[in-house]
């Protein structure tokens, strides 16, 4: 046997996976969690708490990868807060943290929701400095859009689900509410601008730059589901309890809202044509990628964006446009996590066997 393989010994099979770990994939637990509260909001409670236990066992789980990645494989991780394509997929912890706060506070587990509001928000600050740096203002090559992707919307779908956690606390917890309102409009304001500045990026990338087929990857999606999850962040903002900056806001955030809400309508038809393309006419192979979860997510948002949309502007098509899109997300989410478990258990056998 080499020296060198005594002094470097190769990972076993789960450590091969741990090391490849991609950054996003704290979307598994964004979708499951805005699906099991959109199942909750219309009454389907055995699936929801389902959902819910599956987006509690996922983020635990994620969590102890992450940790075993960062203490045995920081290279890898050190070089994803270095790459513009994949960076960005760090933020689907703050939102999936939120995510998991606002299911927990449908339950009326508000302690909970207010820990994970205080860890989503401090880790939010804390990457909406370092990844713009590290990954983008801090290289050396340029043009650095050349390198943007759909995953930089999940900037913004963080910053308004830090909204969706303090709006949701701001109507229980009365002696917090000043702060929780300036809190939701702040980062649901921050979150409104990333979205233009994300959306004019990615778009310069693909007008300026051939466009191969296996780039244009699920996590374009994600460029309905940060449309979608402003309207849920805008919605709840709506429906806060009176607050200096939610009175001072909320006739913008509810008209604003509504805006939203269309467009994120309108984007649907073009993904969808986006994947016919890549899929049939392109021939890239439909197969498991952890990604995909970055499109099961907006389709749950999508629909959770409706229900609250409908409900907080008395909107009665919206909600029921809503309500039966849940349908949608929830089988491709079953679609996709069968995929993963089938994925990921063929990995481990292929690992055994070398």
């Avoid at 205080?118 to 650095?144: H, N, Q, T």
Wanted: overall charge positive; hydrophobic content about 60%.
């Amino acid at each position: 046997m080499p020296l060198g393989s005594l002094a470097q010994p190769r990972p076993g099979r789960v450590g091969v996976l741990v090391e490849r770990l991609t950054p996003g994939y704290f979307a598994l637990v964004m979708a499951s969690g805005i699906i099991s509260l959109g199942l909750q909001l219309v009454g389907f409670t055995v699936l929801s708490v389902v959902l819910f236990a599956v987006c509690i066992t996922a983020y635990v789980v994620l969590i102890v990868l992450n940790v075993w990645r960062f203490a045995a494989f920081r290279h890898a991780m050190i070089d994803d807060f270095k790459n513009p394509k994949r960076a960005f997929g760090f933020f689907t912890f703050v939102a999936g943290t939120n995510v998991l706060g606002a299911r927990a506070g449908a339950e009326g587990w508000y302690t909970l929701t207010a820990w994970l509001l205080v860890i989503s928000f401090a880790v939010w600050l804390v990457l909406g400095y370092v990844i713009p740096w590290s990954a983008v203002l801090g290289r050396s090559e340029r043009p650095v859009v050349a390198l943007a992707n759909g995953t930089w919307f999940i900037w913004v779908v963080a910053s308004q689900s830090v909204a969706v956690s303090a709006a949701t606390l701001e109507v229980v917890l009365v002696e917090l509410r000043a702060w929780l309102a300036i809190l939701a409009v702040f980062s649901w304001s921050v979150g409104v601008f990333l979205y233009v500045a994300s959306a004019i990026i990615v778009a310069l990338r693909i007008m300026l730059y051939e466009l191969d087929p296996t780039e244009f990857d699920p996590p374009y999606w994600v460029s309905m589901g940060a449309v979608a999850i402003t309207v849920v962040a805008g919605a709840r903002i709506v429906e806060m309890e009176s607050a200096p900056m939610a009175d001072a806001t909320q006739g913008l955030v509810a008209g604003l809202s509504v805006v939203f809400w269309a467009f994120a309508t309108w984007l649907i038809p073009v993904l969808v044509a986006a994947g016919v393309w890549r899929h049939y006419v392109r021939k890239v192979p439909l197969v498991y990628v952890p990604t995909l979860w970055s499109m099961i997510f907006p389709l749950g948002m999508y629909a959770v964006a409706g229900i609250y949309l409908g409900r907080a502007d008395r909107l009665p098509i919206v909600e029921a446009i809503g309500s039966n899109w849940l349908w949608v997300a929830l089988t491709a989410w079953a679609l996709v996590f069968v995929a993963m478990v089938r994925s990921v258990g063929a990995a481990l056998l292929d690992r055994s066997r070398t």
